[in-house]
């Protein structure tokens, strides 16, 4: 699935990055 369009792979990153710095902040800004 990486292959099916150009940049999608770079979407998916960001999108997984922002999940996970709200989930950090979520959990205490990233303090564990």
Do not use: F, L, W
């Amino acid at each position: 699935m990486e292959d099916t369009a150009p940049g999608v792979g770079d979407i998916i990153t960001v999108a997984i990055r922002s999940t996970a710095v709200q989930y950090r902040t979520a959990s205490g800004e990233g303090t564990t």
